[in-house]
Nanobody
């Protein structure tokens, strides 16, 4: 069974850090670009960060640049999102998704999605 599973979410205080993981099972991530997206209550799902299949190309939303870092370990079939200096406005459900071709920040370009992991930033 093909699955993308996000983990690592939780409750953290402002200024804290979390590392999200996106693990694939049933297939290899080697040939896919991966995007991280988030959706806050009442808002549209937005692109956070993306990485190409080999990890050579990365992009992030302006709102998280300098705070979030995307990386991948194809040997572990996992993509990560390191989130530092978290703010209350980062509170959302975070999803990873995959696509063949270039890494983009457009959710419509992605073919397969995980179920998401909740991130809550609050004191």
């Amino acid at each position: 069974q093909l699955q993308l599973v996000e983990s690592g979410g939780g409750l953290v205080q402002p200024g804290g850090s979390l590392r999200l993981s996106c693990a694939a099972s049933g297939f290899t991530l080697d040939y896919y670009a991966i995007g991280w997206f988030r959706q806050a209550p009442g808002k549209e799902r937005e692109g956070v960060s993306c990485i190409s299949s080999r990890g050579f190309t990365r992009n992030s939303a302006d709102s998280v640049k300098g705070r979030f870092t995307i990386s991948r370990d194809n040997a572990k079939n996992t993509v990560y999102l390191q989130m530092n200096s978290l703010k209350p406005e980062d509170t959302a459900i975070y999803y990873c998704a995959l696509r063949r071709g270039k890494a983009t920040m457009n959710r419509g370009d992605y073919d397969y999605w995980g179920q998401g992991t909740q991130v809550t930033v609050s004191s």
